[in-house]
């Protein structure tokens, strides 16, 4: 009996030491606390052909976004056809999980459907025409998740980095209207949905005016618009983080919400004459453009905690004006900055590495939020 109630103390004393294990907290148990942390995620990890990815993102993001399902190439690719499969699995993934989901994107130039611009000859189409594409297509895309969504880019990308619109197609048949259309057809379909501009370079101040500009207009014409996205493809020397910051205030004073939709550090060298995120960017391979194909050194990984960190602490700054964080991609293997904007080379742009290891990086964010 003595050894029975030995043992048993044994035990119960076990229990107790093991119980005083703290948890390592996550980002969505101390971020969420302030805002949506998200995460944008690929066919593959919905469908679980990437096994790992979903258990990071259940673990520790509140939202997400789907990488490419949801553009018009994807989702729309002929004018009477609609593919829903991959776009009905992430809103299905994100309803069974209890995760906030965003629509990306409604209108934009590129990976655009291929027949939007253009008639059975080949021939630019006309406004009206082009107008009422778009005007299906949004009202399709929205209408059937409706209430499901919780807010949409309506518009991708439609500013030049020295504050110009950009000459896409929807811009050069239609006009600069398209974007004030975009927004109404996307209210008509579901009003309830947040509707957001999204863009890069947004610490660019000619960017920054014009964007301001347009959704002061809006507001004046009682057109919705609920925040504007700052996609956040930062580098090693980029952006200004003073002029960053200035977007972040100035876009707050327009009466929005401000977001990092695209969160990521391309922490390798960058060709000549590269700028922004366009994605029609394309160099060629260069061996001294990909220093860490054999792994990052330690000087690197010093360089990229020290990045993200400064980004933290301006993002803690400024937490109540933030709606939402995403970073696009869940580890650095999926990646898009691979192969953007040169092909075939090895980035570490994220919080978790190729085998799906958490950095070091995401506690140490975490302590500046706590």
């Known amino acids: ?33 302030h805002f949506l942390i998200g995460v944008a995620m690929n066919t593959d990890q919905v469908a679980g052909i990437d096994p790992k990815a979903a258990p990071i993102v259940k673990k520790h993001f509140n939202a997400i976004v789907p990488e490419n399902c949801m553009k018009g190439e994807v989702i729309h690719p002929e004018e009477d056809r609609y593919d829903w499969t991959e776009a009905d699995r992430i809103v299905k993934f994100a309803e069974d999980n209890g995760l906030t989901i965003t629509g990306h994107c409604l209108v934009w130039h590129s990976q655009a459907p291929k027949w939007m611009f253009t008639d059975k000859e080949g021939k630019p189409v006309s406004r009206e025409v082009l107008i009422d594409r778009m005007h299906k297509h949004i009202a399709t895309v929205v209408g059937r998740y409706k209430g499901r969504i919780k807010g949409w880019d309506v518009v991708n990308e439609t500013v030049e980095d020295n504050g110009e619109m950009r000459r896409s197609p929807y811009y050069n048949i239609i006009g600069p209207d398209y974007i004030e259309l975009a927004f109404k057809f996307a209210h008509e379909a579901d009003p309830d949905a947040e509707l957001y501009i999204n863009d890069y370079s947004m610490s660019k101040p000619g960017k920054r005016e014009t964007t301001c500009r347009i959704v002061r207009e809006f507001k004046e014409k009682g057109i919705r618009v609920d925040a504007i996205g700052m996609q956040s493809h930062n580098g090693l020397d980029y952006p200004d983080l003073a002029e960053y910051e200035k977007s972040m205030d100035a876009f707050a004073a327009c009466g929005v919400k401000i977001m990092m939709t695209e969160l990521d550090l391309n922490m390798l060298p960058n060709p000549e004459n590269f700028g922004g995120a366009d994605i029609n960017q394309n160099f060629q391979y260069d061996e001294k453009m990909n220093p860490y ?35 696009w991609g869940v580890d650095d293997g999926s990646s898009w900055l691979n192969d953007f ?9 994220l919080f978790f590495d190729r085998d799906y290891n958490e950095k070091p990086i995401l506690q140490q964010v975490i302590k500046i939020f706590e």
Do not use: A
């Not at 904007?341 to 742009?349: A, F, H, L, M, S």
């Open 293 to 327: 194909r054999n792994g990052i050194t330690e000087e690197g990984i010093e360089t990229f905690n020290k990045l993200y960190t400064d980004l933290f602490k301006i993002y803690f700054k400024h937490r109540n004006q933030i709606s939402r964080i995403t970073f």
């Open 341 to 349: 904007p040169v092909k075939g080379r090895t980035n570490y742009p």
């Open 1 to 33: 009996m003595k050894h029975i109630i030995s043992l048993s103390i044994l035990s119960l004393l076990l229990c107790c030491c093991g119980s005083t294990t703290e948890k390592e907290p996550t980002l969505k148990e101390v971020l969420g606390k």
